[in-house]
């Protein structure tokens, strides 16, 4: 997006009181008004047609939503750029690690180490791209944490800055955190990032969980239909923000271990396929002997095949023979 244009009121045309309408109207973000026609956009705010079609035009815009040869996009794939999961073998099984511009799901049963991950990247990213982070020459990359179960430990990520040898207060001051009390509270948090993001340099978002206010909230078969399309819209916001802004977005989900399944792929996670459609990366995680756990991608052609095994130890994420 370009620098100039982060809420809808920076949109040519869209004052105060226009925005108001707007955002009542439901037309809150950039990207629900690149989306809207100029009658529905002219009715729910009472501006004429023109202008109403001058603003989506200015929004489609400041997405970049428009042809683009293929030389484009291969340009803008090969900027992606990787963060260090603190193990190399994982880093091996990701391609190099935990891309921009892309969804990287971690699922697994308790115990697995997708908190332990999550963490340990949070610490990473601001690491300089030599060592594996995204921070560039006097402009740190920082992070969001989303914490939907209060797992959210700075005890860690001091240790883990301990280990590469940064300032562990700096680290914390680098880290913007958000207990998210429930599925709107988070849907609204993520919303709110396509404000903060641009201003803070902000190269990874977490949702740790991503799922567990939506299974508590909306809990049976009846209700599969209407959590899955709220999540999926979740997820979208998620991934347009990865697109966007050139970040890495890091969900995780608790699956149950079912050695007993009979049925199915016993890889996928079982009660329910909550993020079967979405974009991204996913990789499944398994608890293995001591504090050796062993990763998987899953539904990856383009990465290599086989799993890895990566340790959680007092300072982090590691390699078993470290
Ligand atoms: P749920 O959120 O319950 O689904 O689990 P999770 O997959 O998020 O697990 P998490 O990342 O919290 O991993 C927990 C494991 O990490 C523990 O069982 C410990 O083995 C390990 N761990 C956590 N903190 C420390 C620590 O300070 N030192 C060491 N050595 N290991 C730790
Ligand atoms: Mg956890």
Redesign the pocket.
Known sequence: MSKEIRSITDLPGVGPATANKLIEAGYATIEAIAVATPQELSAAAGIPITTAQRIIKAAREALDIRFKTALEVKKERLQTRKITTGSRNLDDLLGGGVETRTITEFFGEFGSG??QICHQLAVNVQLPKDKGGLSEEGKVAKAVYIDT?G?FRWERIEAMSKRWGLDPDEVMSNIYYIRAINSDHQIAIVDELFNLVPKENIKLVVV??VTSHFRAEYPGRENLAARQQKLNKHLHQLSRLAEIYDLAVVI?NQVMAKPDVFYGDPTQPVGGHVLYHAPGVRVQLRKSRGNKRIARIIDAPHLPEGEAVFVITDYGIADPED
Do not use: G, L
């Open positions: 997708k908190t179960e797992t740790d969980s995780t």
